[in-house]
DNA sequence: CTCGTTGTAACTAAAATAGTTACAATGAGG
DNA sequence: CCTCATTGTAACTATTTTAGTTACAACGAG
């Protein structure tokens, strides 16, 4: 299964208000350029807005960033957009037969060791800012 | 979104035949062991017999180890039973707009990133075997 | 006050998961 | 050679999640 597209788009958006920052973007134009519904886009917005990276309003004077791009790494959008709980990425099938050795056993036992995974992978995501992001696109376009 | 349990199924399927060698276990008994249908059991021990883990056969003769436990990483289980396909952890939004600076570069360059980090959450499946495992579940009952 | 946009509810379609029933195919042991 | 337990597999179900859509009330800026 896979990790869902919420968090690639999540950035995107946040990449686009940067990258556009003398436009009041709306969210039919971030669609646009994300090439999916509006809708989904003011979804987005509204938990990018709850973690305060963002403010919008009604009307038609556009979105904002509120915090620095170099203060935000990928996996604070991760965490935003909650896409994985904490210390769920695998799904680990419970009640097992506790009357079994293995049983009674295997599931804590791989608990810790796919959480050390887990956290293995969101390490890298913590890496990286937006702001390195950014960058890369405007490299890319000289 | 979480990654299937068909995995930590899968690992104590194997650790389970280990450690009850002396037994010719049917999918019943497993399930039983795993509090799950047989059915659910028999399919995944297909996944382990195509990639050579296991060996079994109609009648009443059991399931055998084909192979040693340690010559198997959690990772090689990961990947006999499909729970994530070969750098997908993550879903990428595709057709973004192609017109649009973000949108003609972000997919590209956040697919790198999250290959790395998809790597790294598998390199900590590698660094573990199933003999370490069983080991442990031993250990937890003198 | 108007108009455009946001926020949100409600719905849909598609996909994946995990479990269940049912049964033909098969192999081992008597 | 026959029986019987078990496997392998198809077919179906319920549940959950995703991603997209329609619709519209609420709201803020000008």
Redesign the interface.
Known sequence: ?????R???A??IL??IK?EKNYALTSNQIA?????NPVVIRRLMGKLKKVGFIETSHGNSGVKLLKSLDEIT?FDVYKAVE???QG??????E???ID????A???I??EV??K???D??????KS?TLEN?VN??LV??G
Not at 32 to 36: Q, R
């Open positions: 299964m896979k990790i869902s597209s968090f690639t788009v950035v995107h990449a686009l990258i646009e350029s994300v090439n999916t990928l896409v994985v709980e769920r990425l695998f799904q680990i099938h009640d097992t037969n079994c050795t293995v049983g056993n295997i599931q036992l791989l060791i796919l050390n995974a887990q293995a992978m969101e390490t890298v995501l990286v992001i890369k696109i890319n376009n």
